[in-house]
């Protein structure tokens, strides 16, 4: 079963930090800053951007990745190195920092970057790049992560989060899959001067073209974003799949993986208890559920 190429963060900051140093010393670099940390850290180093994760693939295929999609006319990150430096299990790539603009995101430019990509034949990819299918994420083995949190699940939620599962029974089926970028959201687009840039690519994977939709269809409602959002996303994209069965299940289940995930989470660590009760609310049917927070 593939994997994708980042599906855990990283467990050891302390060493990741000794990594992006070593990488910055290498490449003549100055001392990095950490941004944030999650499933992969990632550094400042003046105009660079060193990633440091523990990918399930050579790090070098990112790079090879990222070098495709630019030849295509996709505005992603440039990688500003094409070597890695690797240690103690853990690899650095080097990517141009792009600075953010005070625009607000351009989401039809965006929907016509995921249309392009799910016009790529999954053969164009680099050799070495994973490319699963969404059943094969951790995060969505529903029934091994309501056993994890079983002892933290009120009923009421419980309930509500098993009637979204049963509504969707199919969602595992394979049909008419292209190439998605596998986490379209405004986490991940940064909105430079030069118009949107997608980034993140680590859940690339072969799934039906509503996988990319799914997220930005349930923004509004839930992460408190724009309505008019998804409807930009969807005329740069060509069409909308609100009512495309396969995306409504995505985007139902994308919040429930969310809401046991984080839920998980609270488990190991109490500062993200708040977060996990903010998103059990929803699902215990609370007519004033607050919004959710993306992190």
């Keep these: 079963m593939p994997r994708p190429f980042v599906d855990h963060p990283v467990g050891d900051l302390a060493a990741a930090r000794l990594v992006a140093s070593q990488a910055a010393t290498h490449w003549g670099l100055v001392e990095p800053v950490l941004l944030r940390a999650g499933m992969n850290a990632i550094y400042r180093s003046g105009d660079v951007v060193l990633r440091v994760s523990e990918p399930s693939a050579p790090a070098v295929a990112s790079i090879e990745l990222a070098e495709m999609l630019l030849d295509r006319g996709l505005a992603v990150t440039r990688p500003m190195r094409t070597d890695v430096v690797e240690s103690k299990g853990l690899s650095a790539t080097a990517w141009e920092y792009v600075p953010k603009s005070n625009s607000a995101i351009d989401w039809q430019s965006v929907g016509k970057m995921v249309r392009r990509t799910h016009d790529i034949a999954a053969s164009d990819l680099p050799v070495a790049y994973p490319l699963p299918r969404p059943a094969d994420f951790p995060w969505w083995d529903f029934a091994a992560l309501l056993d994890d949190v079983a002892a933290e699940l009120d009923e009421p939620a419980r309930a509500g989060i098993v009637a979204a599962i049963h509504r969707w029974p199919h969602w595992t089926d394979d049909v008419n899959s292209v190439l998605c970028h596998g986490d379209v959201h405004p986490g991940n687009v940064i909105m430079s001067e030069r118009g949107p840039v997608l980034i993140d690519w680590d859940l690339l994977c072969l799934a039906p073209p509503g996988w990319d939709h799914a997220p930005m269809m349930t923004w509004q409602t839930r992460w408190g974003g724009e309505a ?68």
């Design 228 to 295: 008019s959002w998804y409807g930009a996303f969807a005329t740069g994209y060509g069409r909308s799949m609100v009512g495309d069965q396969p995306a409504e299940a995505f985007a139902e289940l994308r919040l429930v993986a969310a809401t046991l995930m984080r839920l998980k989470a609270a488990i190991r660590s109490e500062d993200a208890m708040p977060e996990a009760q903010r998103r059990l609310a929803y699902w215990r049917g609370d007519p004033n559920a607050p919004m959710w927070q993306a992190q």
